[in-house]
């Protein structure tokens, strides 16, 4: 789909946003090895996918703005890159798929477009490490129960339990995500399509 200067410039800003975002406070968070990195960085990111999208309402918008993200990745310093890309790219394409799938942008779209991309971070492991580095499922598996359950606080033998709130804290992400995505979005629309000399918008 061609986009026209406008919304070029629109995506290449918010995907720009997100990429500085993951370029200064991800390098950080991973090097301060903080709890569920992924969902705190991914939330952050597909919050500001999701405002974009409400300013590029086009099929397209989304991912492209993944992609501007995914290159601007490559200058992180201090950790590897290629997985969190590929995380980047997936996520996109994944609330892309979702607000595609869906037709009308809506509230309800934005939260499930969240809860979709957000939720890939769990399973992402079992992608990069367990197939492409050649790992093994069983092992990305083991390692999933043994670190969820030591920052759960809860018996490695509750395996099932482990995985099913850690998902469930996922998908919670992904959902807050695209709730502020749409919240905040509106909001600044509001803002914008407001009088200069409106007192709601003078502080």
Known sequence: MRFNLRELV?????????GV??????????????????????GIGVTILLIGRLFVPRRGATLAMGIVTAVLKMFSLGQSVNNPMLAIFIEALLAEGVLTLHGRISRKAFLLAG?????????????????LAGQGILTIWTSTIENGAR???????????????????HV???LLAGWLGWQVGQ????????????PATSA
Not at 115 to 131: E, K, R, V
């Open 115 to 131: 809860a979709a991309a957000i939720a890939w971070n769990f399973f992402h492991p079992f992608l990069t490490w367990g197939i």
């Open 187 to 198: 909001q600044i629309r509001r803002r914008q399509a407001a009088p200069l000399n409106d």
């Open 10 to 18: 629109l995506i290449g800003t918010f995907g720009a946003l997100w």
């Open 151 to 169: 920052t759960l606080g809860l018996s490695p033998d509750l395996a099932w339990a482990v995985v099913a709130i850690l998902l469930g804290i």
């Open 172 to 174: 919670l992400g992904g």
């Open 21 to 42: 975002i993951e370029t200064t406070l991800g390098s950080v968070i991973h090097l301060a090895n903080i709890p569920f990195k992924g969902i705190i960085l991914g």
